[in-house]
């Protein structure tokens, strides 16, 4: 088969590989479409020691039946492998299975034309939904996961309140269409990248703001979702939250710098780390996406699998408007 290998930093070759095979409760997938997501970025920068050269990357994808309990079922990848009896794993928070896999990471990814993975990953598509639509699941689901934290958290129903979301990639951009979806009127998203404002501001009507120029109003926001994770994102997610408010900590751009834990103690801030979905999260986005309740999704770029090489490069230089590049095999 083909695939899409990350053979050294800033290098993705693609080229043939062996055809996986299914072990016993395994299915195996034609891969339809794979989402590049911002951590296959940080392994082909070479930041990621848990993805080792060569290892296929990708795992939010889509694809179809061929060996399994529902051949030719269309299907959404659960990519988190989890022991599925430990506490966390029976308790609903298989996010933190301590025996946790994710494909693309140890094991071979999505960027290829098939996969091998345990069937209870495996989520049904609806009936005529896009399959670049239902590649979002894996993101859109991590920011709902992230959505729901908060709400757990906020002192007042999230209706009632406003968000500021830093950075408008995948996650990002989902985890702001999911909060207007949950009745927050003034949703504010911040990022450094103008392409990428035009663009979001062509498809959705949130408020955009470019934090290199504004900075977010301070101290007024009941929730700060920071889908970056960088130093300089946690200081701006300090300064912005009302006091009282909750930082909801997604993106895992670098360890630096220290926080004001003292501002962060006189002002009753909450700072809740985040981390993926549980299958119920994956299913309940899936469904989110297919009834149309995220608004046009037009954002999304397509590509062919055969030219992800120049989509990884693209996205590094800055080129890239896209909030998500989806990649097709066999177009
Ligand atoms: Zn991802
Ligand atoms: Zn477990």
């Not at 970025?41 to 990621?48: E, N, R, S």
């Not at 002002?267 to 309940?284: H, K, M, N, Q, S």
């Not at 490069?313 to 408007?321: E, Y």
Request: proline share 6%.
């Amino acid at each position: 088969m083909k695939a899409l290998v990350y053979t050294a930093n800033e290098e993705m070759t693609y080229r043939e590989e062996p055809a996986p095979s299914a072990a016993d409760g395994d299915a195996l997938i034609s891969i339809d479409s794979v989402g590049i997501c911002g951590s296959d970025m940080h392994a082909y920068l070479g930041h990621d020691e848990r993805r080792v050269p060569p290892l296929i990357l990708g795992h939010e994808a889509v694809g179809t039946v061929l060996e399994g309990a529902q051949p030719g079922q269309r299907v959404v990848l659960n990519p988190l492998i989890t022991c599925g009896v430990c506490d966390h794993c029976h308790g609903g928070r298989q996010n933190l299975c301590a025996e946790r896999d994710l494909i693309g990471m140890y094991r071979a990814g999505a960027f290829a034309e098939q996969i091998a993975i345990p069937e209870r990953n495996l989520i049904p598509v609806p009936d005529g939904m896009p399959a670049e639509h239902a590649a979002l699941t894996e993101p859109g689901a991590t920011g709902l996961h992230a959505v729901l934290l908060a709400e757990r958290i906020v002192s007042r129903p999230l209706s009632e309140s406003n968000a500021l979301v830093i950075g408008a990639g995948s996650v990002g951009l989902l985890t702001a269409l999911l909060l207007r979806d949950k009745g927050v009127e003034q949703v504010v998203i911040a990022d450094t990248n103008p392409l990428r404002r035009e663009l979001v501001a062509r498809y959705t009507d949130l408020q955009l703001l470019d934090p290199l120029e504004t900075a977010p109003a301070e101290q007024s926001f009941d929730c700060v979702f920071d889908a970056v994770g960088g130093a300089p994102t946690r200081q701006q997610s300090i300064a912005a939250v009302r006091s009282g408010g909750v930082i909801v900590h997604i993106g895992l751009m670098d360890n630096q710098g220290s926080m004001d834990v003292r501002a962060m103690t006189l002002r009753e801030i909450t700072f809740v780390g985040t981390y993926t979905y549980t299958p119920v999260d994956l299913r309940a986005t899936l469904a989110k996406l297919a009834s149309g309740a995220l608004g046009d999704l037009g954002w999304i770029e397509q590509r062919s699998l055969a030219d992800g090489a120049a989509a990884f490069a693209d996205l590094l230089a800055g080129r890239c408007p896209a909030p998500k590049i989806v990649l097709r095999t066999g177009s």
